[in-house]
């Protein structure tokens, strides 16, 4: 007996979405960085601007009847901006530094995991085609957004790697992660997820390795414009790579008399 393959509000997770991913990590870094530090907004304020983006896009992207690449991405840019200036809101305006922001931000992450799997039954991507799972699916990914931006900072300003260094170090994880993926049986939701949030602290690296001054181990860009290269980067890549919905199984076609 065939199933109905019912298509997910997600895209298929190939190389093509990592690639995506890691620019618009990256991009989220430019950019929060432009408004909190540039503009001099702060990070309270750059986190309210962007929270409520997020939470415009993710409304929209939630009432959508089926996926469509230029929002879903959207909506992970405004996750990836809010979570840096969250990110240092809470690592630097709170007082409680990197690993306390780290700490708070983890638990946060796995508590709503935990939920999600708790009502849902299951944390995996490929169940995302329902209003009430996609809204745990972008809570669970803003808050892996944020964490990884604490992530990324503690690693490059703590451990004496700098930016370069801390590439270096969660390119590495993540070769670590593919490797398990071709050569294991691990669960492949739980080495999504630990994927998912190591791209985030990359794409932090490399973000402050384009934005920061010289003196500080940056290439002193002109943050408008890194992430304006990088969106328009993403517009193409969107636009000519290819991307479909991904799939899961649904319920068995009754059989015909």
Known sequence: MDQDIERSKVPEITLVFWIIKVLATTLGETGGD???????LGYAVSSF?????FVVVVGAQIAA????PSLYWLVV??????????????DRSLGIGYPGGASLLFVLLMASLAIW????????????????????????ILFSQTLGTALGDWMADTNGLGYEGGALVFAAGLALIAAAYFLT???RTLLFWAAFILTRPLGATLGDLLDKPT????????????????????IACVALLPQRAGRHPG??????A
């Open 34 to 40: 432009a408004v909190s530090m540039s503009m001099n």
């Open 185 to 187: 049986g691990i669960s």
């Open 117 to 140: 799997y708790w009502s849902a039954g299951s944390v995996s991507v490929n169940t995302v085609s329902t209003p009430k799972i996609e809204t745990f699916y972008w809570v669970a």
């Open 49 to 53: 601007i962007f929270i409520g983006i």
């Open 65 to 68: 009847k089926k996926f469509h």
């Open 215 to 234: 003196d500080s181990g940056g290439l002193s860009f002109n943050r408008f414009y890194a992430s304006a290269i990088l969106a328009a980067v993403i």
């Open 77 to 90: 840019i405004a996750t990836t901006t809010a979570g840096t200036t969250m990110a240092d809101f809470a």
């Open 251 to 256: 319920k068995p076609r009754a059989t015909e």
